[in-house]
């Protein structure tokens, strides 16, 4: 293969509330049986990438049980694999990864010593679906010496949270501003580059030696008028979920036909790791609308446009409308829940309620579930 694949998932955002407490973002679940860094490391799968490097950092340990093995994406089995890096204390260094080009730097070893002459970097937070090939083939199309793949939003969406881009109409970057103070386009970075090996060695050895940590401000801001930056657009579905309104929004765009339609039914697929679980079962007075539920899920009561992760139990006579309810929940009788995410592996006591009403509110409870 002509790429090697690195996958930034170590971050941690404030902007998740709780939700970020006991997980890195890059596994947070999506659409009912996913988890975030799946998308990234489908696309690199279905690419043909046969070796990927995941650098983790932040809370990694629920990310590191999801990469326990790499036969799920179907990586390199005798050359390449998946490769998980966290930060390790050497005779030189005994920092955290301090940016995303100190990342990168502290992991060289793993680059120097691959032959593909060409880096894929994403970031692990991002649901969608991309041909890595055409994006290679604009690259080397273009002389390009580092291609950023863009996209446009629509202008109701709030663009400050990304860098913007502005190109000319060879697509070549002019301007790039990193989370502005205030948006002057509507075209964003979407986090995911194409580079040559031995340039990106090169680059991030010249920020080390600088005490340079970030790739966007000190690589792509300070090289857009010396290096030939390029930008490729996507026309497709793409989500970032660092955010609790757009981890919330990117959920419920999984209830509509055709966003439901492109990721699971559309060639290429998206894999996960498996459970070996049951069915849902829907119990006599059970009513679901507009839902997605999964599997080992029990249903006993009324379930309105929400989405449910594995393994979740609905009591009797409850209510749940516009939410999200992650794994593993126990939701007791006659419990009312709206506009609400529900924390992973909570039981929430019979006759409670919550409703977000200016907002996502998070559910946190800490009951124990079985009483002696």
Known sequence: MRAVGIILAGG????????SHKRA??????GGSYRAIDFSLSSMSNASVQKVAVLTQYNSRSLHEHLNSSKWWNFGRKQGGLFV????????????????????????DFLKRCHEPYVIIASGDCVYKLDYNKVLEYHIQKKADITVVCKEMPPTEDVTRFGLVK??????????????????????????????????????????????YDFVRDILIR??????????????YWSNIAT?????????????PEVRDYFFRQHPDVYSKVDDLPPAKYNPGAEVKNSLVSSGCIINGRVE???LFKTVFVGENCVIKNSIILN?????????????IVESRDTIRANSHYVGEDGIKIVLEKNERYVL
């Not at 050497?90 to 990864?97: E, H, M, R």
């Not at 593993?328 to 609400?340: A, F, K, P, Q, S």
Request: charged share 25%; proline share 2%; aromatic share 10%.
């Open 167 to 212: 190109m000319n109409e060879d697509s070549r970057i002019e301007e790039f501003d990193e989370k502005p103070m205030v948006s002057t386009s509507n075209t964003i970075s979407t986090g995911i580059y194409v580079i040559r090996r031995r340039q990106l060695i090169e680059l991030v050895e010249r920020c080390a030696q600088e005490e340079r």
């Open 244 to 256: 609790v309104e757009s981890y919330y929004q990117t959920n419920m765009d999984f209830l509509k």
């Open 305 to 307: 446009n929400s989405v």
């Open 328 to 340: 593993d929940v126990h939701l007791g009788d006659n419990t009312y829940i709206e506009n609400c």
């Open 25 to 30: 973002i890059s596994a947070m679940p999506v």
């Open 223 to 236: 090289y857009k008028n010396l290096k030939r930056i390029y930008g490729y657009k996507i026309q497709d």
């Open 85 to 108: 890096f966290t930060p390790t204390i050497t005779t030189d260094n005994s920092a955290w990864y301090r940016g995303t080009a100190d990342a990168l730097y502290q992991n060289l």
């Open 12 to 19: 941690n955002s404030h902007r998740m509330k709780e939700l």
